[in-house]
């Protein structure tokens, strides 16, 4: 019986723990950000060291038993929850270690921390990399799959700063994938990592950072065609130090009082200076936003961790969220983002138990990641394009289809406004951790790179035990 199997497999845990339904902590190891991620499991292996992680996959793969790897729990995918009652959690909680080395401008840290661990240790030293913009989001899933974030127009994306990672393969061997050991590894791991191990501890380069320009507008929606004109102005001025996301969501209840009106749609806006002089250049920077008559203006001075934790609130867990994602190109006419902002809006109106959601144009600077060359790593998203991000929120399991539904038809016409060649002679234009997934084929995320992902999943894990989010062994 599988149950047998895991009671042996506790002997190997040394440091960590493997829970059964009705130990302590069992209930509490299968909540996730999302609740729609809340599944069942037979088995929840918290492992402490790479060492337990590897006796856990060689017992799971010895006795046919599928699972699935969590590490900050932030999928909407159910990427991270078991794959079935019967199956296992490899959950990697346990392995938060951050080491900073201030020498070498590196931070090493374990495959199970959140990105607040991260950002608040390299402060310490005076150091920043780059990494998630919601800080309790897991590093794993976000650096596997690319790794966007508001430092990416000075450094990169996540995988673009990787100097190496320690992984635990399907046959429970331990590697080090770098530029020097076990290459063609780590050119798969840098775009499509869950898909081929568990990676158990990260070394990426930090860079000195001091404290930003940066905050939160709100303002009201007949401000659209200047957050417009200004994104276009962005785009052809910016120089990697200035970033901004904006979009649409309901007002907080205390801009509008009497708890029976409707919330109103309005603009938000959060921008950053990353400069050394930010202080003085952000507001001269920004001057066209800050003049924008806002309901709420709350900007100036902040740690760089600070930036990373604006949304932490606005996302905590416990609700049903579900992500979408697609991307959009410059110069963006108003009526494109009209028709944008209408459908989003429409559909929340429509049904407002999805009242808490949000939609976002992620102004990020891409000088670096196209200087890239797209089959320097299995990620092939480097376009001259930037992503959209849709996260929606709601209450009832009743709603589920419909917001996936829903996602799906709007990624899609979001899509066919921006950058959207069936050739995909500039990239894809997918980002892995925003897209909804389940409907979108591996050769249209990871286009000209598909065929050497299939002989390195071949190689790597001929099982494909790790078949999450796509299953890349058999054809392209």
């Keep these: 019986m599988a149950i047998d199997k895991y009671i042996a497999l506790r002997e190997h845990f040394t440091q960590g723990q493997l829970l059964l339904p009705g130990d302590n902590g069992f209930e509490e190891s299968l909540q996730r950000w999302s609740l729609t991620c809340v599944k069942p499991a037979a088995a929840v292996a918290l492992p402490r060291t790479a060492e337990e ?105 996540s995988i673009d700063i990787l100097v190496s990672c320690r992984v635990v393969l399907a046959d429970g061997s331990i590697k080090v994938a770098s530029a020097e050991e076990n290459p063609d590894l780590f050119w798969a791991i840098r775009g499509a990592g869950s898909s081929f191990g568990v990676v158990t501890e990260f070394t990426m380069r930090a860079f000195p950072q001091g404290d930003v320009y940066g905050g939160v507008l709100l303002i009201s929606m007949d401000n659209l065609p200047a957050i417009v004109e200004f994104m276009n102005t962005w785009d052809k001025t910016n120089d990697g130090y200035q970033a901004f996301r904006t979009g649409f969501c309901r007002a907080p209840p205390t801009l509008v009082a009497g708890s029976d009106k409707q919330q109103p749609w309005v603009i938000f806006v959060h921008l950053f200076h990353f400069g050394d002089n930010a202080q003085e250049a952000g507001p001269e920077y920004f001057a066209p936003l800050l003049k924008l008559d806002a309901m709420i203006k709350n900007v100036g001075r902040m740690p760089y961790p600070s930036i990373n934790q604006i949304g932490d609130k606005t996302w905590a867990p416990g609700r049903r969220y579900l992500f979408g994602g697609s991307n959009f190109t410059t110069p963006i006419e108003l009526s494109t983002a009209i028709t944008i902002r209408d459908q989003f809006t429409g559909f929340v109106d429509a049904n407002p138990e999805a009242n808490g959601s949000m939609f976002m144009f992620e102004c990020y600077p891409n000088h670096q990641i196209c200087r890239v060359p797209s089959d320097a790593t299995a990620f092939n998203s480097r376009g001259k394009y930037y992503n959209v991000g849709t996260a929606w929120t709601w209450e009832s399991e009743a709603m589920d289809e419909k917001i996936r539904e829903n996602n799906r038809q709007y990624q899609t016409n979001i899509r066919e406004l921006g950058y959207n060649d069936t050739e995909l002679k500039d990239g894809t234009g997918q980002y892995l951790n925003y897209v909804n997934v389940a409907s979108i084929p591996a050769k249209s995320v990871f286009g000209t790179n598909t065929d050497r992902l299939f002989k390195l999943k071949e190689k790597y894990d001929p099982q494909n035990v790790f078949n999450k989010p796509h299953k890349l062994g058999g054809q392209p």
Excluded: Y
């Design 53 to 157: 992680v590897s006796a856990t996959v060689k017992m799971a793969t010895a006795n046919g038993l599928a699972f699935n790897v969590k590490g900050g729990g932030h999928s909407t995918a159910q990427a991270s929850s078991a794959p079935s009652a019967q199956g296992m959690v490899i959950d990697l909680s346990l392995m938060r270690d951050v080491m900073v080395n201030p020498d070498a401008k590196t931070v090493t840290f374990g495959g199970g921390c959140v990105w607040k661990d991260v950002d608040e240790a390299c402060w310490e030293h005076g150091l920043a990399t780059v990494g998630g913009t919601v800080s309790h989001t897991g590093v794993g899933g976000l650096i596997l799959h690319g790794g966007f974030g508001v430092l990416m127009g000075l450094h990169g994306i």
